[in-house]
């Protein structure tokens, strides 16, 4: 019923041509992917090349970040209309190094999941604890207030369309990856969450794991119940390793 969804993150990664020479590499290797739905997310300067390289195939493109206003005097800023020209189909929202490096908190989140659910892109939410959050036991407290401040005053058909990705910040380029059974605990707690806020819909909404996915630990995530895909950093900067982890073996 969830299709599983797996999206290359790939940071400040990547030149223009750079990219370009990614992208083919992953074309070329895709083989059959209807088994899942397949993102990338290259730096700002590469999505409209890459856009065109993609054209024609499933692979989707996604932002790493927007700002909530249209146009403006908002310097080195990135709007919804520009993603959209750009051949954008998804933003990735409140990933944990915008928070830490760059003072996203779960107001400023808030406000791009409205203005992404206003416009014809998917937002992927990304939420998780520090490592001194889990060590104090504060983590299943600490994703509930993320969802909250985050989610606050979505309607049902809001929450249809996002995407959420649990990524554990201690995880996070550390290759400390949460283990199966940890992450699964996490993914239930989130989907109860939802489902107590917003009802039976909940099951239907995608929650991705975040944190040192690669080759070796893909298929063990994936056989979790709860866990519809993943979103991944350092292993999708390789065609190699990400195609590994799209032909994840269920
Ligand atoms: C990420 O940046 O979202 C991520 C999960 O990175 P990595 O796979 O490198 O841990």
Known sequence: MRIPVIAGNWKMHKTV???????????AGMGDTSHCQVVIAPPFTALAPVSEEIRGT?????????????????????????????GCR????????????FSETDATVNRRIHAVLGSTLQPIVCIGETLAE???????SVIA?????????????????IILAYEPVWAIGTGRTASPETAQEMHRHIRNWLSEK?????????????????????????????????LVGGACLEADSFLRIIHFKP
Request: aromatic letters at 6%; zero cysteines; hydrophobic letters at 40%.
């Open 90 to 101: 998804m933003a990735i929202l409140g990933h944990s190094e915008r928070r830490q490096y």
């Open 145 to 161: 207030q993320q969802l909250a401040g985050g989610l606050d005053r979505l309607t049902q058909e809001g929450l249809l369309r």
């Open 198 to 230: 917003f009802g039976k819909v909940a099951e239907e909404i995608r929650i991705l794991y975040g944190g040192s996915v690669k080759p070796d630990n893909i298929d063990t995530l994936m056989r979790q119940p709860d866990i519809d895909g993943a």
């Open 134 to 140: 889990r060590e104090a036991g504060k983590h299943h």
């Open 17 to 27: 041509g750079e990219a370009l020479s990614l992208v083919r590499s992953i074309k």
């Open 58 to 86: 499933s692979l989707m493109l996604a932002a790493q970040n927007v700002f909530w206003e249209p146009k403006g005097a908002y310097t080195g800023e990135i709007s919804l209309p520009m993603l959209e020209g750009a």
